[in-house]
């Protein structure tokens, strides 16, 4: 038994650190892609993995690509940079606080103490570095630490579908970014370097490497991120979770419904899927199918859990 | 074992400071009772040991032990919010280092006299929602009672399962220079502290975990479990197995860590008003698998916000329909609807005459002696000594609304001598009194600051008191104020076992 409210502060736990460890990783790459290279080789890397975030159009000269960083990682009025999304996930923490382990709330608190921290002392250019670290790990320790010391019944159950409902998304989003380009007329042909920074944002490149050999090629990259089966930060992955979740969910309230079968559908078509036909038919469509479907599930788990109407409630 | 040197009754007396001692350097003893030392500068014997460990510290490590409690409490994100602070919407509590000893026959006396207060405070609630013999006898002016800001008419004649009003009571208790407990004021609403008598606890056994094996500390961590058997109690006969849930304000509440604390340590849910709804007179709450009935609510929303079809329509905090519910007999309430008349501090003067009419005993815990200013004799006395007095607002807590005589201006008197006159039944006034100091660390060495006591004691089929509170500091130097609001902080509070 569990309170809706409760549900849905769980939820956005989940999704809100799983947004903000994806800006950070996508951030860390960006700025690792500067370095010891021409910037012009690098630029258009960088270019998407922001744009990707829906923060940029092409920023020009360092001194701007400085301050959308900073955006990114501690703009208060950006309700998805890093900082945002931690104390958010705090704050969800905060009112949900009986429903998750005293260990787990330390570690979103640590969390956010620390972030607050490095915010307040900026040193020198190691800050943002610094920060994507810190929130990286600092969300890996908190998962590692939900896992185990939180029953993994209902509430665990709404974490794991935020976390891989944001996910699905996101990895959507960034390999649009790259796949809009190799799309368009042959003088925007992307580099090999790019392909590995998409790898790299998904910290994918060493299992991409393990499985195709270090030979990088478009198509295996677009395949690897949507279709594997078994690395963690695929869309199939990433779906295969939240239909375990909402199966689960529907098990124990006996209030399925809407979701399962659009999860279900998603999760069917991304197994089976062929990454030829996908990219010889309209892959930016596909790509945005799969973010506008995942929101669709969020709609509907929102409407079956949390927001339902009272009237369809009432004991009779 | 003694102060090593100014052991300083006088402080002129005082003898260069020596490096073991180093640290009670600027200690003091004068009129007020000194929980760790007696008046001749020897340590009480139930404070020896502690002592002895504090002597064989150094300051640096003091401060060390600080700096660990101080990042347990913003770790464990134990914080209050401070109301009427744009900033720091967050604080941790100020935490005391050194524990608070109580010995187990002071502590005997305490409970007795806790058991005796609530029980009489029950009968009185009890009555004057019914039959009200204690106003047709006399004792309690009817208008006193009529004319109580928390007097609620709706539960005239309401039928409460086992007549339990308090089913949670903090009871402040002051010590005076002799060295005796008594009350300075219930808390019959909602009481809130209790989470810091266990999270101290907690952090002291963290920080000092010697001091522990040298003493019989009796243990408060089943508080969850008492809480949650008082509750159960409460439930309506015939639910046979109670759905129970806190209610809060929600997390701009300055309690609202108590609250998820509490619902933790009982693991029942924490709900706000919006999670809650009341169809054909029941209670539900909104959860993922549909509508659940709710049978107990342990509310930490004033009265007044509890239900806005009944009371503030204003009110987003409570439940509409609430009530009914509650009259109907299908929900309880701990605390009750309407308990914040046996805590105006108007009627407190009466206490001991309602635990004698009730129950023909005579009150072990005394009252502090109080003027009430609708008594012209009194009033004329007070305004009369207003520099000497403590002034009270009846409905108000939290140490707003108050005049402290000796610390105020001669502006403040006047103002709160138009006050007075203006509306005699809203103030009482009562002695400054120079209770208890305990040894606290300032960071620079240890000094004496007042402390008060608030031990919390639940009633449902019986009395249950968990042997501990919480003290209160008043951490600034010569303040008397210990209210987390004004500058107080709190410390660990051991009660011994024999």
Redo the contacts between chains.
Sequence with gaps: ???????DGLYWIARYLERAEHTARLIEVGLDLGLGRPVATTRGAADRLYGSLGLSEVMQGPSARASLVAAALFDPSNRNSVASCVRAAR?NG??V??EIS?DM??QL??LF?AVRHINANPVGGSQPRSICRTVIAGIHLFQGITDATMGHG?GWQYLQAGRFIERASSTAAVIDAFVADQAMAEGARLEQIDWVALLRSCSALEAYCRYYTADVRPERVTEFLLLSADFPRSVRFATSRIESALLA?AR????GGRADRLVGRLHSSLDYGQVDEILNDDPRAYLAGISSQCSLIHTALHES??A?P?ES???A | MSLPQPVAVDRRTAAPSSPPGALFSSYWLDGAYDEMFDRTGQARPQCRALVEDLLAASLPRLRQHQTEADTAFLTQGITFTVYGDEAGTERIFPYDLLPRIITASEWATVERGLAQRLTAINLFLRDIYHEERILAEGIVPRELVYSCRHYRREMRGVRIHRDTYVSIAGTDLVRLHDGQFVVLEDNLRVPSGVSYMLANREVMKRVFPGLFARYNVSPVSDYGQALLATLRTLAPPSRTDPTLVVLTPGVGNSAYFEHAFLAREMGVPLVEGRDLLTHDNAVYMRTTSGLRRVDVIYRRVDDDFLDPLAFRTDSRLGVPGLLNAYRAGNVSLANAIGTGIADDKALYAYIPDIIRFYLSEDPVLPNVETYLMSKPDDRRYALDHLAELVVKAVGESGGYGMLIGPHSTAIEREAFRNKILADPRNFIAQPTLAFSRAACFTGEGIEPRHVDFRPYALYGDRVRIVPGGLTRVALRKGSLVVNSSQGGGSKDTWVLQD
């Design positions: 038994m569990l309170l809706s409210r409760a549900a704050e905060r009112q606080r009986e005293s709330w330390e608190n640590a103490l209902e969910l124990v309230t006996g209030r859990y949390v339902y009272i409630a009432i004991p």
